[in-house]
Nanobody, 118 residues
Framework: QVQLVESGGGLVHPGGSLRLSCAASRSIASFYSFYVMAWYRQAPGKEREFVALISHGDSTNYADSVKGRFTISRENAKNTLYLQMNSLKPEDTAVYYC?????????WGQGTQVTVSS
């Protein structure tokens, strides 16, 4: 069974930075493994929302709310997806989830909490 495991969350002051990681239990290099990987987040009392995605061809897309502050990347050799988050704001507080989309299924991680507070 495919597993996605997030890490790197925590408490950070406004303006600070965090880097989230998502380790996959299988190769992320193949199109047929994950042709898209993405980050989503869910704040208390709100629906889960899209944050960023990266395609197999390394095209990226971001939610307007994080453009210029967040960067999604992948390291195929480590089967790991990253989300570098800079200039964090209190409204970025949420549980962040990793998502992998294959040709046959969609996989989610268990989430990692990010709290931005002074």
């Amino acid at each position: 069974q495919v597993q996605l495991v997030e890490s790197g969350g925590g408490l950070v002051h406004p303006g600070g930075s965090l880097r989230l990681s998502c380790a996959a239990s299988r190769s992320i290099a193949s199109f047929y493994s994950f042709y898209v990987m993405a980050w989503y987040r869910q704040a208390p009392g709100k629906e889960r929302e899209f944050v960023a995605l990266i395609s197999h061809g390394d095209s990226t897309n971001y939610a307007d709310s994080v453009k210029g502050r967040f960067t999604i990347s992948r390291e195929n050799a480590k089967n790991t997806l990253y989300l570098q988050m800079n200039s964090l704001k209190p409204e970025d507080t949420a549980v962040y989830y990793c998502k992998g989309v294959s040709t046959t299924a969609v996989y989610w991680g268990q989430g990692t909490q990010v709290t931005v507070s002074s």
